[in-house]
Nanobody, 124 residues
Framework: VQLQACGGGSVQAGDSLRLSCAAS????????MGWFRQGPGKEREFVAA????????YYSDSVKGRFTISRDNAKNLVYLQMDSLKPEDTAVYYC??????????????????WGQGTLVTVSS
């Protein structure tokens, strides 16, 4: 299984970015998909996740209302639309795939497959 994330870049506070993650080598529709991030000097943290069918989404409090996760099971893609970006959103963003239970969807240890990360830098 391979996950390939892209779409990062350098933006100003208040701007938007859309991250994409392409999956290959497995049955995409069977996985919960999540986005995590790791800022400078920080631990990797949960950002957002989406249920297998795409009907349910989950967010950290820090991004709720600004970020939107979605998936396209026909194309094996998951997206993270990031609006109203803040300097504190600066991090390397990782997509990940989980076959674990729904209750662990925010737990990074439940994710088996990880992409390589894409850097998002937000300046004030």
């Amino acid at each position: 299984v391979q996950l390939q994330a892209c779409g990062g870049g350098s933006v100003q506070a208040g701007d938007s970015l859309r991250l994409s993650c392409a999956a290959s080598g497995g049955t995409f529709r069977n996985w919960y998909m999540g986005w995590f991030r790791q800022g400078p000097g920080k631990e990797r943290e949960f950002v957002a996740a989406v249920h297998r069918g795409g009907s349910s989404t989950y967010y950290s409090d820090s991004v709720k209302g600004r970020f939107t996760i979605s998936r396209d099971n026909a194309k094996n893609l998951v997206y993270l639309q990031m609006d109203s970006l803040k300097p504190e959103d600066t991090a390397v963003y990782y997509c990940a795939a989980s076959t674990s239970v729904l209750s662990a969807i925010r737990d990074l240890t439940s994710y088996r497959y990880w992409g390589q990360g894409t850097l998002v830098t937000v300046s004030s």
